[in-house]
């Protein structure tokens, strides 16, 4: 499963969750849940290198919306989320570089200890841009909900204390 997949899906559950440590907890079973499902991983290293700039891309966005909304709950859920579905995936570049044997990986289906299955690149493909636009789809009402909810609460805020006009 390409790993921008598996960090948008996570960062839709810590969006949704809005509790950081459950996001992490299950960011971590959810790669699993995606490893297991069938798909067909890049051919070639090209496809990694895509696959990593798209997800470290997604992340920066995530880590620059914390910055710009700092209130928003749902933004710091949403990171923890996303980076603990992508953690596992760490020991597969690390593989790469050293040659490991897939027996000595740590995740249940890396190691062969859970199935990882495969199906054509076409039928892995739509399948994964359908898990990455209901995720980003998700997302997206979540965040612009909350911060709804905040300019709400700062316009009244403005309103009573400042202009008095609401009482
Ligand atoms: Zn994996």
């Not at 559950?13 to 490893?35: Q, Y």
Request: charged share 15%; proline share 7%.
């Amino acid at each position: 499963m390409y790993w921008s997949t598996h960090i948008i899906l996570g960062a839709a559950t810590g969006c949704a969750l809005e509790k950081p440590i459950l996001a992490a907890v299950l960011g971590f079973l959810s790669h699993a849940l995606l490893d297991i499902l069938p798909h067909h991983d890049p051919d070639t290293p090209a496809g990694y290198v895509i696959d990593s700039l798209a997800g470290i891309t997604f992340l920066s966005l995530l880590w620059k919306s914390a910055s710009i909304y700092p209130k928003n709950r749902a933004i710091p859920s949403a990171i923890t989320g996303a980076s603990f579905s992508g953690l596992p995936d760490i020991e597969l570049l690390y593989k790469t570089a050293r040659k490991i044997p897939n027996e000595k990986l740590l995740y249940p289906t890396h190691n062969g200890l859970l199935p990882h299955l495969e199906t054509n690149p076409p039928t892995s493909n739509l399948f994964q841009a359908a898990i990455v636009v209901l995720s980003l789809s998700m997302l997206l009402v979540k965040l612009t909900r909350n911060e709804k909810g905040q300019l709400k609460k700062y316009l009244h805020f403005v309103m009573v204390k400042k202009l008095k006009l609401v009482h």
